[in-house]
């Protein structure tokens, strides 16, 4: 099983490094308000899978600890929120979109190895990509910006939980994290290319 997850990790990877990047968020304009936020990370693929990837690869990589596989997630929250906070000041952070579509990716493929990481270091790999995420949601905020991170803050916790379940739901279902984390990988790597 762990060559199975090798093979398929240097399969994405492969195809990672010949995509280009992609721009999910050009041209959608400026959003405000409470629902706005609510119904962002769900109109978009790359949030969906994001939001859904962390909850998954927490349950998995914490089966046996469950107070340590709300931890990961809930820091995402709080990291996209400073990013959102960076991107509505007009803070710029460089290559904001592709840094989005590779954590679909890589978040995949942690899925694929269920990789398990000490707590700091998982905490820190889903804050740099939470940043980001969140970067994209201020940087298109107008108006209310309090009920618009509270929108995306509330939907992007709800996602997280909902791929807890989908993680536990996993854990002892044959190559299932493999397939889910190599879908999830494989739409990032669509995504970069797009």
Do not use: C
Request: glycine share 12%; hydrophobic share 60%; no cysteine.
């Amino acid at each position: 099983m762990r060559n199975q997850r090798i093979v398929a990790i240097a399969a994405l990877a492969v195809l990672a490094s010949g995509a280009g990047p992609a721009f999910a968020h050009t041209g959608i304009g400026h959003t405000s308000g409470f629902f706005a936020g609510v119904s962002h990370p769900f109109g978009g693929l790359d949030h969906l899978l994001a939001m859904l990837s962390v909850g998954i690869w927490s349950a998995l990589a914490n089966k046996n600890e469950t107070g340590r596989m709300w931890v990961a997630p809930a820091a995402f929250v709080v990291a996209m929120l400073l990013g959102a906070t960076l991107g509505y000041l007009n803070v710029a952070l460089p290559m904001v979109e592709t840094a989005i579509a590779l954590s679909v990716i890589l978040l995949g493929l942690m899925i694929v190895a269920r990789l398990e990481l000490p707590l700091a270091v998982g905490v820190l790999v889903v804050a740099v990509f939470a940043i980001s995420h969140g970067h994209a949601h201020g940087a298109e905020a107008t108006g209310s910006i309090l009920a618009y991170m509270a929108g995306f803050a509330i939907a992007t916790a709800t996602l997280h939980v909902a791929g807890i379940g989908l993680g536990l739901a996993l854990t002892n279902v044959r190559y299932a994290s493999i397939t889910a984390g190599t879908a999830i990988a494989a739409a990032g790597t669509y995504l970069l290319a797009a």
